[in-house]
């Protein structure tokens, strides 16, 4: 994607065109998205598209499967306003984040492309697949736990990276760290303050329990290590166990 005469250095662009009829607005939201604005007003500000005309763009992307509208676990599609947009295929996630616009300053750099513009911007870029890994590896990770639904949750300044809704009393959150350092509890704390805002509740009543799991790229700290000994609602994942997870169910 990176070269000049590489394979899939304008493919997105090519399928683009051969579906849309007004391709340069529709890469603009596709940009936008990529580049961060996930909600419709956001996606109106960036591209200056008029917000009551957006739905129409948006409804063809999400019928050509290239965006798809993602809510938080715990709401109602039907229902919901609290939606965000996502580009469904990660190489057009990538294209539009690196490529678009700005393909001919790849060709200056050679073969030091990757190293000197993509790769320091890998950590930023990553989280998002890094978080849906983690919830697909949920339903083996937690296999004993009636998990029902898997999927994030957010709501006003509270995210949370990965939640599993159960069909009993336990609800199964987690948070995603892919960064350098290490884990720390820090990152444990700022989840429970969180989940005190989830307003779940089991469906056949009852005081609901909590499950927290810390998924890293690059370990843990002791004192994360330790609550993981101590408690037995905190469990510590690599990336190797999200993996491993995945391979396990597609075996």
Not at 45 to 65: A, E, F, H, K, P
Request: charged share 30%.
């Amino acid at each position: 994607m990176l070269t000049r005469h590489g394979s899939l250095r304008n493919e997105p662009e090519h399928v683009l065109r051969m579906e849309l009829t007004e391709p340069t607005r529709y890469f603009s939201i596709l940009e936008a998205i990529a580049g961060g604005a996930t909600g419709r007003n956001g996606i109106a500000g960036v591209t200056g598209i008029d917000y009551n005309q957006l739905s129409t763009y948006l409804d063809r992307l999400s019928r050509l499967r290239l965006i798809e509208r993602h809510l938080p676990v715990t709401e109602e599609p039907e229902r919901s306003k609290r939606s965000q947009y996502r580009l469904r295929d990660p190489l057009f996630r990538f294209w539009f984040r690196f490529l678009y616009g700005t393909s001919d300053r790849y060709d200056q750099f050679g073969e030091e492309a990757y190293e000197r513009l993509v790769e320091p911007e890998m950590a930023d870029f990553v989280p998002p697949a890094f978080e849906q890994l983690c919830c697909e590896a949920l339903w083996t990770l937690y296999d004993e736990t009636p998990i029902v639904d898997v999927g994030q949750w957010w709501y006003q300044d509270h995210e949370i990276d990965v939640v599993g809704l159960t069909d009993e009393e336990t609800l199964v959150v987690g948070e995603c760290k892919y960064q350098e350092s290490p884990l720390d509890y820090g990152a444990l704390a700022s989840l429970e303050t969180h989940v005190e805002e989830l307003r779940w509740q089991p469906s056949g009543g009852g005081t609901r329990t909590v499950e927290y799991a810390l998924f890293s790229r690059s370990g843990f700290t002791d004192s994360v290590h330790e609550a993981a000994v101590e408690r037995d609602d905190v469990r510590i994942y690599t990336i190797d166990d999200a993996v491993a997870a995945l391979k396990k169910m597609s075996d």
